[in-house]
């Protein structure tokens, strides 16, 4: 009896695929393959972001926040002046914070107060990006901070990318194909992931960064690469 229900067991363990295929479940109708690729398209950007700010002290903390007022202000008229536009200056960090000297055995003793104002510019005329750093820096700016680049519009260069990954998948999916004596009869299913993201920041050293300089900071862009990664199902057949 036992081996009865065992080999009725195994036969329907068998059988189960056929099952599957006469419901028109693809798993098991037909022998796919699932692929991964990625395709890339390198572009200059078109835009760039700089953190940069000022950082002031003084004895009381209206003090420190006053100071930090005006030199601020004088640094925000330098990229008005230079043709930033308003919509293009965003205040990131704003604070306060009290300064305090500790010695050995003896209480902390307060020493006053620092203020920080820091700002993100947007700059869309990459020539520009030198001169503003040198006039912010002139204008009174304590740092410039990271730089990054990246694309106003960064479609047409993901479309590039995608024509690229396309490519590359099917050339994968028929090279396996070939490989376990098969052939693609179609592509079942594409999914894409990923897209465009702005490249990393860099830290931009402020070196002897002069308004009265004669010759501007020279700032490198180079090129910016879009990446796309899709995955395809295929079917394939004899």
């Known amino acids: 009896m036992q081996m009865s229900l065992y080999a009725a067991a195994l036969v329907a363990a068998v059988m189960a695929p056929g099952a599957h295929a006469q419901s028109g479940d693809p798993a098991f109708a037909a022998t796919t393959l699932n692929v991964s690729a990625y395709g890339e398209a390198r572009i200059a950007p078109d835009m760039a972001t700089i953190s940069l700010g000022v950082e002031t002290t003084g004895p009381t903390a209206a003090g420190a926040m006053r100071g930090n007022a005006e030199r601020m ?31 050995q055995n003896r209480p902390q003793r307060l020493t006053g107060y620092q203020a920080s104002n820091q700002l993100t510019v947007t700059v869309t005329d990459l020539t520009r990006l030198g001169p503003v750093a ?103 057949g004899r």
């Open 73 to 103: 202000s004088r640094v925000v008229g330098a990229l008005k002046a230079a043709g930033i536009a308003d919509r293009d200056l965003q205040t990131s960090t704003l604070s306060l914070s009290p300064q305090y000297v500790y010695e």
């Open 134 to 236: 040198d006039a912010v820096v002139g204008a009174g700016a304590t740092n410039v901070g990271q730089i990054s680049f990246g694309l106003a519009n960064p479609v047409s260069a993901e479309n590039t990318a995608r024509i690229a990954a396309v490519k590359s998948l099917e050339d994968k999916a028929a090279l396996y194909a070939r490989a376990v004596g098969y052939k693609i009869n179609r592509l079942v299913n594409l999914s894409e992931g990923g897209g465009y993201t702005p490249g990393p920041p860099r830290p931009m050293p402020m070196m002897a960064m002069r308004a009265e300089a004669a010759v501007a900071t020279p700032v490198e862009a180079g090129d910016l690469k879009v990446r796309i990664d899709i995955t395809g199902l295929f079917e394939l």
